[in-house]
């Protein structure tokens, strides 16, 4: 089951708070405000782990292709889980001040986007209830983004996600 995201996507750096949790805000080395539009207009590749409470870690790694349409961004990504591999599209359009909203494969409904200077969090949901919260955080070289995911069901953090997204 692939619930990563990246976006709201060949290296090994990781989070070195791997247990922070969504509602803590992610480092940022950067005082740029993200546009997570431009962000992921063109390639992006993104490394990282995902650890399940009942399956252990995986390896993850996520290969991106953006592009505007209609002036939205269309995200499609090609997602591999340890030896699995699937595919899913991201739409995502401004619709106020630092406020997007979007649609993306896995979810069930609409996808909510909030920026706040060089941060973005996203929230969703999924089959079966299952919420998504993540949170991206632009750096300094603003070509790298951290991806900090968590997934919960009844509450409960079933998986997270710790990735670094390169352009």
Not at 6 to 11: E, K, R, V
Not at 139 to 150: F, K, V, Y
Not at 154 to 160: D, H, L, P
Request: net charge positive; hydrophobic share 40%; with cysteine.
């Amino acid at each position: 089951m692939a619930w990563i995201t990246h976006s709201p996507i060949g290296l090994a750096l990781m989070l070195a708070g791997a247990g922070c949790s969504a509602g803590d805000a992610l480092p940022v080395a950067s005082a740029r405000t993200l546009d997570p539009i431009a962000f992921f207009i063109g390639r992006t590749h993104g490394q990282g782990q995902l650890t399940k409470l009942l399956g252990g870690t995986t390896p993850v790694t996520v290969d991106s292709v953006g592009r505007r349409q209609s002036g939205m961004l269309v995200l499609d990504q090609r997602i591999r889980e340890g030896t699995k591999v699937s595919a899913r599209t991201w739409t995502m359009r401004p619709t106020g001040t630092n406020l997007y909203s979007g649609t993306l494969t896995d979810a069930t409904g609409p996808v909510s986007i909030l920026v706040a200077g060089a941060r973005a969090d996203i929230r969703y949901t999924m089959k079966g209830g299952v919420t998504v919260q993540q949170q991206l955080a632009l750096q300094s070289d603003g070509a790298t983004m951290i991806n900090h995911l968590e997934v919960r069901k009844f509450g409960i953090r079933v998986a997270k996600l710790d990735e670094v997204i390169r352009k």
